[in-house]
């Protein structure tokens, strides 16, 4: 299952989310490669499509929801940008704030869901019906 346009989708990714002086290529690059590897496989799972046949018309949404997952998510910030601005969780009653960073946001990819409500509008018309 090899989605055959990754090497246009990772290098716009990069051109949307530059790798910043802080992290380091190695992380940098996991981080692409596994959200992109991700998302494609998130939408061939709703759309009931295989990865190789998936619509070229939706390179761009995949694209878009991952670069806005790095920006929400501060996956690129230093610790102090994250300390000042991106907050990966809050919690009412206790209070709890998290941040987050390159090195839990691996870990945490397996848990994200790229494939939300306002996402499924976009993939419903590419979804195929199972028999």
């Known amino acids: 299952m090899v989605f055959p346009r990754m ?12 790798r910043p002086e802080s992290v380091s290529e190695g992380v940098y690059a996991l981080l692409v490669s596994l959200s992109l590897q991700k998302i494609v496989n998130d939408v061939s799972a709703f759309t009931n499509t295989p990865v190789e046949e998936l619509p070229e018309s939706l390179d761009s949404a995949m694209l878009m929801k991952v670069s806005t997952w790095f920006t929400d998510a501060g996956v690129l910030m230093t610790s102090q940008e994250r300390h000042e601005s991106a907050v990966s969780s809050l919690t009412e009653g206790d209070t709890t704030v998290s941040f987050g960073s390159p090195q839990t946001a691996v870990s945490a990819l397996n848990g994200v869901s790229f494939v939300d409500d306002e996402f499924k509008v976009q993939l419903m018309r590419h979804r195929k019906l199972r028999w």
């Open 7 to 18: 090497d246009s989708l990772t290098a716009n990714l990069e051109q949307l989310q530059p």
